[in-house]
């Protein structure tokens, strides 16, 4: 018997639903020709601000760019500290050490994989008493669900910084009551085609309540454009998104909600039938995640064995992230939390993601959750 073909992430079967429209909204992009900031933009931005229930939501051309302008609007530079998770991607480190200031790395809870407030708490106490200019907090929202953001946010208030929250794989989750888009002093999103809301190329978007930080950013996106586009009242980067996406993503951010309620439950159809062979995720109370990926741990088993098996039974397979930030070389000797980051290096080497995606069927899903128990038996 032939081995399915199973996609991990489906944009195609997406795609199909939505053609018709995609086409035609690109079609109107082609006809006004107006590539750069056309209307399709400011359409989106006001999309989204309704969606997440913000003031402001500012598109720009890629998550990473997203992070890096809402430091920009922070001022951070050489001799500011700014603290982050160690198991993330590594743009959430990246802009904080291209800016030449110093990202510091504290460990992570186990069961959401997200930043650890008791963990912070500490973390900050050390800095402060080491004489570290810390000036913010980098949290993220990992594999899709909302941090801890009500002891966060305490603790980051009572130190004085500032609070940037990175969707990179997040936006559309819900933190009791509270939408991602609307905690902290900003939150950022990717639009990366894999991520739960994807254009067909890179986007990202900023959002915030702030009116004078929604209009320092259109600025530092622009060049650093004052009212005239040629005088240019700050250093900026080019940072725009384009029509095109924007477009795109109009169609998409449409059938957006459906879509977070179809991951949900694929989500609990796995936890149902994995919850006795794997460490399934667990979402705190209260919390909504759009399930970027699915996430599970097979403690004390050989993962290469279980991926190997799930491979050869046509299973695809991710392993975010394999190695913590504080362990890579373009980061190893940045400073981390004196406590030492165990649980990250831990999950590191047991974590691996399942398909996750709003149209995965059940039969599919079956599969799947066979292969796995199988794999894991043997492993």
Same mark, same amino acid.
């Given at each position: 018997?032939?081995?399915?073909?199973?996609?991990?992430?489906?944009?195609?079967?997406?795609?199909?639903?939505?053609?018709?429209?995609?086409?035609?909204?690109?079609?109107?992009?082609?006809?006004?020709?107006?590539?750069?900031?056309?209307?399709?933009?400011?359409?989106?931005?006001?999309?989204?601000?309704?969606?997440?229930?913000?003031?402001?939501?500012?598109?720009?051309?890629?998550?990473?760019?997203?992070?890096?302008?809402?430091?920009?609007?922070?001022?951070?530079?050489?001799?500011?500290?700014?603290?982050?998770?160690? #198991?993330?991607?590594?743009?959430?480190?990246e802009v904080v050490a291209q800016l030449n200031a110093t990202p510091l790395f504290v460990d992570i809870d186990e069961d959401s994989y997200n930043?650890?407030?008791?963990?912070?708490?500490?973390?900050?106490?050390?800095?402060?008493?080491?004489?570290?200019?810390?000036?913010?907090?980098?949290?993220?929202?990992?594999?899709?669900?909302?941090?801890?953001?009500?002891?966060?946010?305490?603790?980051?208030?009572?130190?004085?910084?500032?609070?940037?929250?990175?969707?990179?794989?997040?936006?559309?989750?819900?933190?009791?009551?509270?939408?991602?888009?609307?905690? $902290?002093?900003?939150?950022?999103?990717? #639009?990366?085609?894999?991520?739960?809301?994807?254009?067909?190329?890179?986007?990202?978007?900023?959002?915030?309540?702030?009116?004078?930080?929604?209009?320092?950013?259109?600025?530092?996106?622009?060049?650093?454009?004052?009212?005239?586009?040629?005088?240019?009242?700050?250093?900026?980067?080019?940072?725009?998104?384009?029509?095109?996406?924007?477009?795109?993503?109009?169609?998409?951010?449409?059938?957006?909600?459906?879509?977070?309620?179809?991951?949900?439950?694929?989500?609990?159809?796995?936890?149902? $039938?994995?919850?006795?062979?794997?460490?399934?995720?667990?979402?705190?109370? $209260?919390?909504?995640?759009?399930?970027?990926?699915?996430?599970?741990?097979?403690?004390?088993?050989?993962?290469?064995?279980?991926?190997?098996?799930?491979?050869?039974?046509?299973?695809?397979?991710?392993?975010?992230?394999?190695?913590?930030?504080?362990?890579?070389?373009?980061?190893?000797?940045?400073?981390?939390?004196?406590?030492?980051?165990?649980?990250?290096?831990?999950?590191?080497?047991?974590?691996?993601?399942?398909?996750?995606?709003?149209?995965?069927?059940?039969?599919?899903?079956?599969?799947?959750?066979?292969?796995?128990?199988?794999?894991?038996?043997?492993?």
């Amino acid at each position: 018997m032939t081995n399915p073909t199973i996609p991990f992430i489906d944009l195609a079967t997406q795609q199909k639903r939505i053609r018709d429209k995609v086409d035609a909204a690109v079609a109107k992009v082609l006809d006004h020709g107006q590539y750069i900031l056309g209307p399709e933009v400011a359409q989106l931005e006001k999309d989204m601000a309704a969606f997440s229930g913000v003031k402001h939501a500012i598109a720009c051309s890629n998550g990473t760019d997203a992070l890096t302008l809402c430091l920009m609007a922070k001022n951070v530079g050489p001799g500011d500290v700014v603290v982050c998770p160690s #198991f993330t991607f590594a743009s959430t480190a990246e802009v904080v050490a291209q800016l030449n200031a110093t990202p510091l790395f504290v460990d992570i809870d186990e069961d959401s994989y997200n930043l650890d407030p008791e963990k912070l708490k500490a973390a900050l106490s050390e800095a402060k008493a080491a004489g570290h200019n810390v000036v913010g907090v980098i949290a993220v929202d990992l594999f899709g669900q909302p941090a801890d953001y009500d002891a966060i946010e305490t603790i980051v208030r009572d130190a004085g910084l500032w609070l940037l929250c990175d969707a990179a794989q997040g936006y559309g989750g819900v933190y009791k009551g509270r939408k991602v888009g609307t905690i $902290g002093d900003f939150t950022t999103t990717s #639009f990366f085609p894999a991520k739960p809301l994807g254009c067909y190329g890179d986007g990202g978007a900023i959002y915030t309540n702030d009116d004078d930080t929604a209009d320092l950013l259109r600025s530092l996106l622009f060049h650093g454009k004052g009212s005239d586009r040629y005088d240019n009242v700050r250093i900026g980067m080019n940072g725009r998104l384009d029509t095109m996406q924007a477009a795109i993503l109009i169609e998409k951010l449409a059938i957006f909600p459906d879509e977070i309620v179809s991951r949900n439950e694929v989500a609990e159809r796995y936890s149902n $039938g994995l919850s006795n062979v794997v460490k399934v995720p667990r979402i705190a109370d $209260g919390s909504t995640s759009v399930w970027a990926q699915y996430v599970v741990r097979a403690p004390g088993k050989d993962r290469q064995k279980i991926l190997s098996y799930l491979s050869s039974k046509g299973v695809p397979t991710a392993v975010y992230y394999p190695k913590p930030l504080h362990q890579q070389t373009a980061y190893k000797d940045f400073p981390q939390a004196s406590a030492g980051l165990p649980v990250s290096e831990t999950v590191a080497q047991d974590v691996f993601a399942l398909p996750m995606h709003p149209y995965l069927d059940e039969e599919t899903q079956r599969y799947i959750i066979e292969q796995v128990t199988e794999a894991v038996r043997l492993a």
